[in-house]
């Protein structure tokens, strides 16, 4: 009876023995699948459960097509600027030291602070009809607002410090050595830049092209203030799928955010390379 007794296992010194890893593990995971794959796997489910067809027809529509060339057009436009620009800002701020260099610093991460829908909103009132640049807009006959150019502006604003923030680091990591060294061999500062600071931070370059390129075709709050949201003209996937889905198109809004989905997962993978990449470049 005694020895019985014994053998007995207390309940809570069962509980206790479990791992606090394996908790904090199994809680992340029923984390991600009620925020994350449960949603993804629905989205794939309603534009696929009815047949490949039934997707090929809604995305052969003429707002869908529409959509996506304006989301095209907006990062192939919005891309090129915020990394010539960014290489440019992390630049100055890497290898400069001057008054202003924090503050200079804090303006940069301040899209990251403000919301898109504001965003949006100083867009609207700076170039509004009743906006601060309105008559010089007018007398030049340029419609920035319901536009394509207000779109990319309100892009721009949201994806402007992603190449900037990924290449300051890696900038700050190298240090001058190596461009000091190809200066006093004779090199010019476009030869220093191409032949030597270029392949040192492209791998971090390309991270941050890559998370802007998401971002943009991505971004939904800010273009959807100064857009309008005029079906056929001023959509972009992102707002063609609240577009579609008001309308009660669901094919057609869910094969919009699958297209998104699947542009996200890629972007991931991307990621995960660049990043493996970067590290190895770094420890090397």
């Known amino acids: 009876m005694l020895n019985l007794v014994k053998t007995q296992t207390n309940p809570i010194q069962s509980i206790r023995k479990i791992p606090i890893q394996a908790v904090l593990i199994a809680i992340a995971l029923v984390y991600l699948a009620l ?3 449960i949603p993804a796997v629905a989205v794939f489910y309603e534009a696929f459960h009815k047949g490949i067809g039934q997707f090929l027809t809604a995305a052969s529509g003429r707002e869908f097509i529409h959509a996506a060339q304006m989301t095209l057009i907006i990062a192939a436009i919005v891309v090129p600027f915020c990394t010539i620009f960014g290489t440019c800002a992390a630049l100055v701020l890497a290898r400069n030291n001057f008054p202003g260099r924090t503050l200079l610093i804090s303006i940069l991460d301040l899209p990251f602070a403000i919301s898109p829908v504001v965003a949006g909103l100083m867009i609207v009132l700076l170039y509004g009809s009743n906006g601060w640049f309105a008559p010089v807009l007018k007398a030049l006959n340029i419609q920035v607002l319901f536009s394509l150019p207000g779109m990319v ?3 721009l604003f949201v994806t402007l410090p992603f190449v900037a923030r990924e290449v300051l680091p890696v900038l700050e990591e190298i240090g001058t050595e190596q461009e000091e060294a190809a200066h006093t061999l004779g090199a010019n ?8 600071t270029l392949p040192n931070i ?3 370059l390309l991270y941050g092209v890559l ?4 971002r943009a075709m991505g971004e939904f709050g800010a273009v959807a203030v100064v857009s309008g949201l005029i079906s056929g003209r001023t959509l972009t996937l992102p707002s063609f799928v609240e577009q579609a889905h008001k309308n009660y198109q669901d094919e057609a809004a869910f094969g919009a955010a699958a297209v998104l989905a699947l542009l996200a997962a890629v972007t ?3 990621k995960e390379i660049l990043e493996r990449r970067t ?3 770094m420890s090397a």
């Open 279 to 281: 590290a190895r470049k």
């Open 202 to 204: 492209k791998w971090g």
């Open 35 to 37: 925020i994350l794959f």
């Open 153 to 155: 502006m309100a892009t």
């Open 189 to 196: 500062e476009w030869q220093t830049f191409w032949r030597v």
């Open 268 to 270: 991931l993978v991307l």
């Open 211 to 214: 998370l802007t390129n998401a």
